[in-house]
């Protein structure tokens, strides 16, 4: 099976910070990499596939980069709807998820 | 809009079985692979397997082979996920989750979540 790695686990930000989240995996899964961001109480939310795909309707300040078995998740400037935990997701071989990065407000 | 509708609560006695709804509507159902993922309370998330509601055929992540069963019914555009045997462990929010993309003549399979249903918590308590 192909594990997912993320980090920080948590990380503490301000408003109009840029912050970027890791994702690494076990082995290459080439580009399929998706991103999804969950608020409390809520089913998760598609934000980025292909690696760096930004699905429509998401803030262009999200964007996604890497290839392999290293990833990064960005938000450019740091809005008050943007603190929630985010997942990786792999789909090369089976579907497996990071085990997700809580985002909060310092 | 598309949307995906879940079944509600559950709370089961261990040793038993649930089995969750997922309605869909605002697109062809027959047309777009269905996912089942698993939140433990406070946990990350788990895929339990997915099911192709054109012609039935499902695939199970190893963990939950023999003990899960995804079906579907065309006629109301409704997926279900029934898992037996369940123990405390099983205790989560269950989500259906709908492919991204149609799986056309070649039933290929996208592989990310798009969207999601609103999560149905099944209890496991004796």
């Known amino acids: 099976d192909i594990q997912m790695t993320q980090s920080p686990s948590t990380l503490s930000a301000s408003i109009g910070d840029r912050v970027t989240i890791t994702c690494r995996a076990s082995?290459?899964?080439?580009?399929?990499l998706a991103w999804y961001q969950q608020k409390p109480g809520k089913a998760p939310n598609l934000l980025i596939y292909?690696?760096?795909s930004l699905e429509s309707g998401v803030p262009l300040r999200f964007s996604g980069s890497g290839s392999g078995t290293e990833f990064t998740l960005t938000i450019s400037s740091l809005q008050p709807d943007d603190f929630a935990t985010y997942y990786c997701q792999q789909y090369n071989r089976g579907y497996t998820f990071g085990q997700g990065t809580k985002l909060e407000i310092k | 809009q598309v949307q995906l509708v879940q079944s509600g609560a559950e709370v089961k006695k261990p040793g038993a079985s649930v089995k969750v709804s997922c309605k869909a509507s605002?697109?062809?159902?027959?047309?777009?692979?269905m996912y089942w993922v698993r939140q433990a309370p406070g946990q990350g998330l788990e895929w339990m397997g997915w099911?192709?509601?054109?012609?039935?055929?499902?695939e199970y992540a190893q963990k939950f082979q023999g003990r899960v069963t995804m079906t579907r019914d065309t006629s109301i555009s409704t997926a279900y996920m029934e898992l037996s045997r369940l123990t405390s462990d099983d205790t989560a929010m269950y989500y259906c989750?709908?492919?991204?993309?149609?799986?056309?003549?070649?039933?290929?399979?996208?592989?990310?979540?798009?969207?999601w249903g609103q999560g149905t918590l099944v209890t496991v308590s004796s």
């Open positions: 292909k690696a760096s």
């Open positions: 099911i192709n509601p054109k012609n039935g055929d499902t």
């Open positions: 082995q290459t899964i080439s580009r399929w």
């Open positions: 989750a709908r492919d991204y993309s149609p799986g056309g003549d070649y039933d290929i399979l996208t592989g990310y979540f798009f969207p």
């Open positions: 605002g697109y062809t159902f027959t047309g777009y692979y």
